[in-house]
Structure formats: C-alpha cells, structure tokens
C-alpha cells in the first residue's frame, strides 16, 4: 500500500501517503464534508443579511453575497486543513499510522503527504462552495483576479493542514478533533465576517485587527472585487503561518517518533 | 399456570432476521431448575440471540419459549419478573458509581429507600465492590464492571439468571472469580442459570449440562462427561526432535489412528485403541529410532465433541479471531 | 413488587441530570458555545441597528434570543446522544428488563433537559444583564423568557428523544445537528423578516416554525408585552412540544413492543 516508500525518499513517502489518502476520498463521498458549514453559513448570511450591505459606510464594490463567499471559501479551505488533522489522528488511533512510520525512512515526508492530499481535497470543497456561490447568484464582476484570491485560499489550506497534522501528531487520539476545530472556528470567527473592518466595534474590532486572517480575508475580498489592496502583506501573513506551522508538525512528528506513535 | 419451581423450556425455536441465514435455527432446550446450563459455541453460532429472546428482549419468528413457567411472548413482564440478565456488553453508565447503578436498578425494581440500601450493601459485599462502590463506573476494571453486571442481575433475587459471555476478555483470576460466585448461587439459593461462553474450559467447569451451538442449531447436548465419553478415545500429540521429521514422526503415529488437529510442529493422533496405547506408541517410536522432546495424551475435551459434531475446531476459531483481533 | 411511575420518574430524572452534570465539557461547552455565538453575532452585526426600520435599539438586545434557542438545541442534541448511547451500549436493555414504565425513561430523560434548559436560561440570562440587555418587559418578562426557553429545550429534546428511539444510534443522532444548526439560521434569528432582502430566503424564514420561537422570545426583550408575538412563540413552543414528545413514545412503543 505505501509502495512508494520502498526507495523511502522524500517525494517518494509523501506521493505514497497523499496517494493513498486521495484514493480515500473518492471511495467515501464524505470527504466533502469540510464543504458542509460554510456552505450553510454561506446560504444563511448570503441570503438572509443582504440589507446588512446597505448600512451607510459598507462599501464592497463586488456586493453582500460576494462579500459572503470569500468569508465561505477561506472557511472551506481552512476547515478542509482540520478534517485532514482528524484522519491523521484517526491513523495514529487505529494503528495506521505506526505501519506508515515504519515503511517510511523519510518521514517528513508523511507530512507532506497529507499536505498534497489536502490541497487535492480544498481544490474540491472549493470548486463546490464556488459553483453554489454562482448559482445563488454571484455576480461575476469584472477585474476578478482568480489567481491572487486562489494563492490566498491554497496558502490558508495548507497552513491549517500544518497546524492540524501537529495536534493530530501530538494527541495521536480522536480528541485531537476539537482541539484541532475550536481554534481555526475562533480565528475565522473573531475576523469581519458580516461588515468590513471599518464598521466593527468594540471588543470584536480590536481582536479582529489582531487576526492575522483579517489580512487575508480583506485582500481577498479586494482581490474578488478587483480592487486588490493590502495583497503583499496577506501573502506574506500566509507564508509566515505556513512555515510556522510547518515547524509546529515537524517538532509534532519528532515527538510522535520518541514516544513510539 | 406456572410451577413455582421451573426452568426454562423451549421448543422448535427460530428467530430470523431479515438479511442472513436464521441466526436460531429450530432450537429445543429444556433447563431444570437449579441448574447450570452451559450454551457453548463460537462467535455468531447464535447464543446471544437465544438469550435475548428468553430474556424477552427480542420476539422468536416461531416457536415457542417458557421462563420460569411464563410465555416469554405472551407474559414478557411476568418473565421478567423472574429474571436477572447479565447481557454481553457489560451495559454500565461511566458516569455513575457502582452504588448509583445499584440503587437505580432497585428503585425501578420497585424496592423501598431502606430496602434498596441494605440490598445494595448486601450485594456489594458478595461480589467484593464495596470499596470501589463510591467511585464512577469509568475507573472500573473488566472484571469490576463484570461482577458489578452480576450484582445488578441479582437486585430483586431473581430465580433464573442469564449470563451471556460473563468472561469473555476477563483474566484468568476475575474469572475463577466469577465462576465461583455462579456456582455458589446455583448450589445455595437453587438459581437456575443459563450461561453462554465460547470457553470449553468455562463449560466444562462451570456446567451441569452443556448444550452445543453451532449455526443455529444443536449439535450436541449432556454432561460434559457424558459428551466426552461418547467421544471416547484419547489421543496422543507428539513433537518431533530436531533431526528427526515431522513425517517420521507422522508415518509411526499414524499406525495408533487417525490423525487430529495439533500444535503447530507437532502430530496428533486420536488412539483406536484408547489410553493403554501409549506404552506402544512410545516403543513404536523408539524401535524406529523417531526421536521426540514432548510426548503428551489428552483426554478428550469439548473441543473435542465440537470438532466431532461440525467438524471444525472451537479452540482454532477462537486463536485465529485473537490474531485478527490485534492486527 | 411494581414500584410507582413517581419514582420510577424522579430516578430516572436523577441519573440523567448526574451524568450530564459529571461532564463538566458538556455543561461548559452548552454554556460557553451559544455565549460565544452570541458575543460574536452580537458585535459583528452591530451594524446593522442602524439599517433603516430596524426595530430594536441596539443589535445586543434583538440577537439575545439566539444564544437561548440555540442552547436548547445544544441542550436536545446532548439528550438524544445520550439515549442513543445508553440503547447502543445496552444500558436501555437492562433498565427494559426491569418493571420499569417506558414512559418513565422517556419523562426522565425530559427532565434533564428541562433542567439544563433551566441553567441556561438563568445564566444567560445573567449573562446578558450584566453585557447591558435591556429587557423591555422587565422581571416579570425574564420569568417568561426562562419559561419559553425551557419549553423550546423541552420540544428539542422531545425531537431528540425521537430521533434516537428511531434510530437507537449515537452517530445518526449528532450528524443531525447540522440540519438543526441550520435551521436555526434560516429564520429571522439574524434579521428581522421584513428586511430580509431575498424572497426565497424570506419565504424560508417565515414557514420555518424556529422564527415564531424566536420571535417571542425577542419581543420580550426590544418590545415589552407583544401578545401576537408570544401568542405565536407559546403556541408553536407547544405545538413542538405536542408532536415531538407524541412522536418519540410512538417510537419507544415500537421499540420495546414484546
């Protein structure tokens, strides 16, 4: 099953592992599911909040349910990056993970594996959460800068794919899950999801300008609108988060591998 | 009307679901009060479905079932009444202590505040929690959580006692445990149990009469002695030495009689002969210069009359679910 | 040796309430998790007072009723699990054995969850005082707002009863949280309907029964004494309550017919 990791190098462990994690998906329609609270958030604030675009200082040039998709998309993506720490837990509960760790001789390249098959994965959530956003009536306006907005969301994948697979690798139990899902939730929550920045208040606005994903998510709605701003700085937030975490999974690993997994 | 002594009467009985073979195929058991019955088969044979329907838990396609004198169908409360289950899985709340089961099970019994205390005490004691009996049933072991089951089982005194895989997964010495206090229960208050196992040795020991289950049906039913000796014959298992070959050792032994299932290496044969025909063996083995390091005569065991009824072994079933079990 | 559907009840009612109340995560979390949804919808839609017709003064006060209601669903799901655990672990058999009532087991799983509900009205409800909610209808109107939510906590529950006795499975019960979830979310707990911009959305919102919960609720808080409203939330509350509770001892019925 891990046949890749007889060469036992880097590339070779972590195409073995997304392969097999890949193969995964398609045999179980559920690894949709990251898919299935942004979407509800999605239909839920898109279509019941539309005034809520109207409130004198809200200035979105794409519109509300634009406004919304961006918020639902980086969701998907990021709770895509959490479900992937689940199933690695779920590998180290049922023993899987003990036979990986011993077929591979790299073993960060385990790491990337899941990585890849993540990303495979946000590519799909992503599509999904993009075709019902068209469909309830995104318009499609002009000066869409698909790449930058992908960059973004690929950068926000893997940084929560990172941050889950060290939990994952530190508990080694299903209780990683909450632990793995509340703080993602919080991050993605304590961000302007239902007004811009500018027309937060109080506690939530100072805590969202700490957020380092309200970087993200504002230059990423620029960047869907076609008035990007502030781009460089999110690119260089998400590339920060991902090497972050990446040595948060490396040292989870290095750990995993003193205990015995 | 029901006798105020009787046990557990069952005739023709089935119980179908609705994908796969009848998981009770046409059963007929007859358990006199104050006896331990023995219900042995591997795994899905279709022990626990039987208990389940004397216990009223689940109704036979057809077929009729009598507990303790009472139609488990048509007088389910009053079967009840005259019942304590200890079911498969040791159904417990984590959350409560081994007192709050206790005291649960006697309320619901219908058991006054005072009653329900020195019922509860009483029954601690015997079954050795009193000191655990303020803590959560979560810290409890296997065998705790098994003789707690037992304990809530004999709440309201029941006459008939249902026990369905007491043991399984329990060490040798919560076992032996166990088995006495099952044993104490038939011989001093006259409880009727019936007990299913997948462990020969639980039967044999434990068991007046032992009935054989395998695929829904009955192969074999009596005392353990009683099936044992309609087996008869011993047998005899040699391990070869180091130079001497498994077939050597084989091509001698086959000479005595048919040979049976044996250790891995090793060669066992069933004596035609019975026991006397050791002493031959071991010339036989000596004149052709067949050298071994273990030679060893089994009395027949219930794997035995297993393998004899179905033709497959229980012990091998088992060993091989173990393997499957940690992989 | 039949003891009596009373105490069958009240010790039935008392293991339910020990069990959820030794899980100090459960209870934490059916407080914290609705508290925190509140704080963030509260302050990140605060916006939207100032939207043209808005009908209360400060967005903090018409989105106090989403933390009950979703309390109680919090409250519901945890009960059905814990049914469904004790059918899958045989815990339901056991007591099945015993000459217990049916309906006891039903009734004392419907306590807990009043009681639950209970807790969490009151300290919501302190929580919410003491954030600046300004209650229209004064003290009298908190009793009533604590009793709507109990009655909402007990319709849930009645639903999660069902739920579980149908399906008798822990797995079948928690993956409909979702559809709950949402549910909630797609009535006016965010807006109030007449100013939700999307017909198809609106027309949702108002066949979607959670609205008139919410909405009595509400009107306690931004209105005062607005007997429509209450009328409308008591009567689906006990609708709810009616049907599900009818529904989950059709279910038990079926599930120990012998």
Excluded: C
Excluded at chain 2, 208 to 226: C, Q
């Amino acid at each position: 099953m891990v046949g890749g990791a007889r060469g036992g190098g880097f590339f070779a462990v972590a195409l073995a592992v997304a392969g097999r994690q890949v193969y995964k998906y398609f045999a179980n329609p559920a690894f949709l599911a990251p898919a299935l609270f942004p979407l509800f958030f999605f239909v839920a604030f898109a279509g019941g909040l539309t005034r809520v675009g109207d409130v004198p200082g809200f200035d979105y040039a794409a519109g509300y349910v634009a406004f919304q998709y961006v918020w639902a998309l980086l969701q998907a993506v990021a709770m895509g990056g959490a479900f992937t720490g689940f199933s690695i837990a779920g590998d180290f509960e049922n023993g899987f993970a003990r036979r990986l760790m011993l077929a591979a001789s790299n073993r960060q390249g385990i790491i990337l594996g899941y990585t890849i098959a993540s990303l495979v994965r946000a590519t799909l959530t992503g599509a999904l959460v993009t075709v019902i956003a068209l469909l309830t009536g995104m318009p499609m306006s002009g000066g869409f800068d698909l790449f930058g907005l992908i960059g973004l969301a690929i950068l926000v994948n893997v940084a929560a794919t990172l941050f889950g697979a060290g939990v994952a690798m530190l508990l080694r139990t299903q209780q990683a899950g909450p632990v793995i899902r509340t703080p993602i939730f919080l991050v993605l929550f304590l961000a302007p999801v239902f007004v811009p920045l500018n027309l937060l208040s109080g506690w939530l606005e100072a805590i969202a300008r700490l957020n380092p994903f309200t970087t993200i998510l504002d230059a990423a709605r620029g960047l869907l609108a076609g008035a990007p701003t502030n781009v460089l700085p999110a690119y260089a937030i998400g590339a920060a988060l991902v090497a972050v975490f990446a040595l948060w999974a490396v040292y989870a690993l290095r750990r995993a591998e003193k205990t015995g997994a | 009307m029901a006798e105020k002594r009787a046990g557990i009467e069952v005739e023709n009985l089935v119980r179908e679901f609705r994908k796969g073979p009848r998981a009770v195929d046409g059963i007929d058991i007859s358990v006199e009060p104050g006896e331990i019955y023995g219900f042995l088969g591997p795994n899905g044979a279709g022990k626990s479905t039987t208990v389940l329907v004397l216990t009223t838990l689940l109704p036979p396609t057809s077929g009729t079932a009598r507990v303790a004198g009472y139609d488990v169908v048509k007088d389910g409360p009053k079967v009840r009444a005259a019942i304590g289950a200890a079911l498969q899985e040791a159904a417990l709340d984590p959350f409560l202590t081994g007192r709050e089961h206790l005291n649960l099970q006697a309320a619901l019994h219908g058991l006054g505040r005072k009653q329900r205390k020195r019922r509860g005490e009483e029954l601690l004691e015997r079954v050795g929690l009193e000191e655990a009996a303020d803590r959560r049933v979560r810290g409890y072991s296997g065998g705790m959580k098994r003789r707690l089951d037992l304990a809530l089982a004999l709440v309201h005194e029941p006459r008939i006692l249902f026990l369905d895989e007491p043991t399984t997964g329990l060490d040798p010495q919560s076992r032996s445990a166990l088995w006495s206090e099952v044993s104490r229960l038939a011989r001093d208050e006259g409880v009727t149990v019936f007990l299913t196992t997948q462990y020969l040795e639980e039967a044999d020991v434990l068991a007046d009469r032992v009935g054989i289950i395998d695929r829904g049906k009955i192969v074999a039913e009596g005392t353990p002695e009683k099936l044992k000796a309609e087996i008869g014959r011993p047998s005899v298992e040699a391990t070869p030495a180091e130079g001497s070959g498994r077939e050597a050792v084989a091509r001698v032994l086959s000479r005595f009689g048919e040979e049976i299932a044996a250790q891995p290496g090793a060669v066992a044969v069933r004596l035609m002969g019975g026991a006397g025909d050791l002493a031959d063996v071991v010339r036989a083995l000596d004149s052709e210069d067949v050298r071994v390091t273990n030679l060893r005569l089994d009395e027949p065991s219930l794997d035995d009359v297993f393998l004899e009824k179905t033709g497959r072994s229980l012990e091998g079933e088992g060993a091989q679910e173990v393997k499957e079990a940690q992989v | 040796m039949s003891s009596s559907l009373l105490v069958q009840v009240t010790s039935l009612a008392r293991r339910s309430t020990l069990r959820t109340m030794r899980q100090p995560a459960v209870v934490v979390s059916a407080i914290l998790f609705p508290m925190m949804f509140f704080a963030i919808n509260a302050y990140g839609l605060d916006a939207a007072a100032s939207l043209p017709g808005f009908p209360a003064d400060s967005y903090l006060d018409f989105a106090f009723a989403f933390p009950l209601i979703q309390a109680a669903l919090f409250g519901a799901i945890t009960a059905g699990a814990d049914l469904a655990r004790d059918i899958e672990s045989g815990f339901f058999d056991r007591l099945s054995l015993t000459p217990m009532r049916p309906s006891a087991l039903l009734l004392g799983m419907l306590a807990g969850v009043v009681a639950l509900g209970l807790l969490q009205g009151v300290v919501f409800l302190a929580v919410g005082l003491l954030f600046g909610v300004d209650i229209k209808s004064g003290v009298a109107g908190m009793v009533v707002i604590v009793l709507l939510t109990v009655l909402v906590a007990l319709g849930f529950g009645g639903i999660g009863a069902m739920l579980a006795l149908r399906t008798g499975s822990v797995e079948a019960v928690e993956s409909a949280f979702p559809l709950f979830f949402v549910s909630i979310f797609m009535s006016s707990i965010n807006l109030p309907r007449d100013l939700i911009e999307a017909d198809w959305f609106r027309w949702v919102a108002t066949a979607n029964p959670i609205s008139y919960l919410v909405e009595g609720i509400r009107s306690l808080v931004i209105t005062g004494w607005d007997a429509q409203a209450l009328l409308l939330g008591f009567g689906f509350a006990f609708g709810i309550v009616a049907l599900s509770i009818a529904g989950a001892s059709a279910f038990l019925q079926t599930r120990v017919a012998r």
